[in-house]
Structures are given as C-alpha cells and as structure tokens.
C-alpha cells in the first residue's frame, strides 16, 4: 500500500468530523508503509504492527476486536475519502438509529487521481437486499458500521468466504437492522 499510503492517511485526518480514533492494522508489511504512518504526528493515529502477516480477513477480523468507538468506518490503503464522509455517515446513523450500516457512492481514479467512472449503489435499504441477492450492495471501502451491532450479534468476517467476506458481514449484519447508501 505504500504508493497510495500518504494520500488516504491524509484524507482520514483532513476529515471535517474530527472526533475519532484511527486505528491502522500493518499486516506485516514489507514496503515502506510503516515509515508513512509514522511520518504523520497524529494522536489520533493508532499504528498496530503485525508480527506476521495473517491475510486481509485475519487483520479485518483483529482491528475489530481492537476497536472500541460506537461506529466503524472502513478503508484501504489506497483508497481516499472525501473530506465530509465521516460526518455525513456519523450523522445518517445518529438520525436513523435503525440503520447498522452506510455506505456510498465511489469514484474509480486512476494512478494520476484522474476520475475515471462513477460508482453507484441502491440507497434505500429495500433496494439495497433486493440487490443483495445478487451483488455486493456496499464498496467495503465505503462503509460504517455500528460496533455495538457487530458485537451484540458475534459479526465478524468469515474466512471460508474469501474474497468475497465484506458481502458475506453486510448479509448478515442486515439481519439485525437496515441499510443505506449516499
């Protein structure tokens, strides 16, 4: 992720919502990653280095276990959030308090960061299961989720469904409350 690294690091912490904990899981890695995180003077910025590396499931499954803030917001490394994304997701859960999970549009950039296409999703949690029954209704990458949710039910990405394990949770989060997108 080293390439990417800086930018989505920055987009995070550029964030207009500025009440969180960001907690970045090193699985391991064996590029420059760490040096990046550790160039940013951010008390927010929790780095937890990985001895060894225990696949994108194992380490998913690891930073939920150490997380403890009401929501859960998901990214990659080379993935940027827009500035409001937090605020807008945090303030759509604290409205609808039925809704465990929000997601969003996206767009696909290049290497330049040049927009190359629009990634749209159902937005109401009927048109989202419908699309759940055959696609992915949520870009992992765009989610947050309620921790408490997750944890009173026992969620957690499941091995056995690699690589498709985030279509896996959000199936069975939205067994325990409703869904959007924005």
């Not at 696949?55 to 499954?61: D, I, K, T």
């Not at 290497?111 to 696609?135: C, E, K, N, S």
């Amino acid at each position: 992720g080293e390439p990417y690294l800086r930018e989505a690091v920055a987009s995070i912490l550029n964030q207009k919502y500025p009440d969180f904990q960001f907690l970045i899981l090193d699985n391991a890695s064996t590029d420059g990653s760490r040096e990046v995180v550790r160039a940013f003077k951010d008390p927010r910025i929790k780095l937890v280095e990985l001895p060894e590396d225990i696949g994108q499931v194992g380490a998913l499954n690891r930073g939920l276990e150490m997380i403890d803030p009401s929501l859960i917001a998901r990214m990659d490394a080379d993935d940027i959030s827009l500035p409001n994304r937090l605020e807008e997701q945090a303030r759509l859960l604290r409205e609808n308090p039925g809704v465990v999970i929000v997601g969003s549009a996206y767009y696909l950039i290049d290497r330049a960061g040049a927009q190359v296409t629009i990634g749209r999703y159902p937005t109401t949690d009927t048109g989202i299961r419908w699309q759940m029954l055959f696609h992915n209704s949520f870009p992992h990458s765009s989610v947050m989720v309620r921790t408490e949710t997750l944890q009173r039910q026992g969620l957690s990405y499941d091995q056995e469904f690699r690589p498709a394990e985030d279509y896996d949770l959000w199936s069975r989060l939205l067994g325990h409350g409703l869904g959007m997108n924005v």
